[in-house]
């Protein structure tokens, strides 16, 4: 949606079902932070409430997703919860490895079926490295950030690490996927079932501007949430 925020106010007196029908990608960030279809004509915050999630939290994110070059003020990031962003961001990992990248996975073994075999082969090594590149980068998340965050939110911290160096250090992941829209969009043999290669291009556009929101609340939300936090222990 390319509109500004200002221009479709969310609050937590919308109705849910309303919210969601504004962008399709809200319906992601509702099932990863556990909420269950059938809404009704409940509120955000009715719903929010009811499955223990932060409603401001949650329009957080939502506005990051719907709309484009949406920038979280001061205000909102001091009302955020950090345990609630974090669940979004551990969710969208397994969703991205656990649905997203099988799906694409599918689609790419099909598309690829009529081609000859060294062509296969070179296509699925681009899949192939894009997958391992892509776990390694969440491993490292999931391993290092992420419990420092929980030891900052619970006073545990050390002083090994930083936000700031995941900040300085945290890589790009799209590079080899951009490779990967290419070969298909540009050099896939004709004899490829384009159908199929249609599936693929869907996957990779949805998985490449879904990561892109995923920085961005990375980057632009989970580390200055947590700069503050350290500077004030």
């Known amino acids: 949606m390319n509109t500004s925020a200002h221009r479709h106010p969310v609050s937590p007196a919308m109705k849910m ?9 809200l319906l992601g960030v509702a099932t990863r932070l556990g909420l269950h279809f059938g809404f009704g004509d409940t509120t955000v915050a009715e719903v929010c409430q009811k499955e223990g999630i932060d409603p401001e939290t949650f329009l957080l994110i939502c506005r990051v ?20 962003i974090l669940k979004y961001l551990h969710q969208s990992h397994a969703y991205y490895m656990e649905v997203m990248v099988p799906e694409m996975a599918t689609a790419l073994e099909q598309m690829i079926k009529p ?14 490295d894009y997958k391992e590149e892509l776990a390694k980068h969440f491993a490292y998340e999931e391993g290092q950030v992420f419990p420092y965050v929980e030891a900052v939110l619970n006073k545990q911290s ?23 829209k290419n070969l298909v969009m540009k050099y896939i ?23 892109n929101k995923h920085t961005f609340i990375e980057d632009d939300i989970l580390v200055p949430m947590v ?5 004030h222990e």
Not at 65 to 84: C, I, K, S, V
Not at 189 to 211: G, H, M, T, W
């Open 17 to 25: 079902a309303e919210l969601l029908d504004l962008d399709f990608s």
């Open 65 to 84: 997703y719907a709309f484009d070059g949406y920038r979280p003020t001061q205000e909102a990031l001091l009302a955020a919860n950090l345990h609630d």
């Open 115 to 128: 081609c000859a075999e060294k062509q296969q082969r070179v296509i699925w090594r681009f899949f192939a």
């Open 158 to 180: 050390g002083a090994r690490f930083t936000i700031g160096e995941y900040e300085e250090n945290h890589s790009n992941v799209e590079e080899k996927l951009e490779d990967l």
């Open 189 to 211: 043999p004709a004899q490829c079932n384009q159908q199929e290669a249609y599936k693929v291009l869907f996957y990779i556009y949805s998985l490449e501007r879904d990561l």
């Open 227 to 231: 700069g503050r936090m350290e500077n």
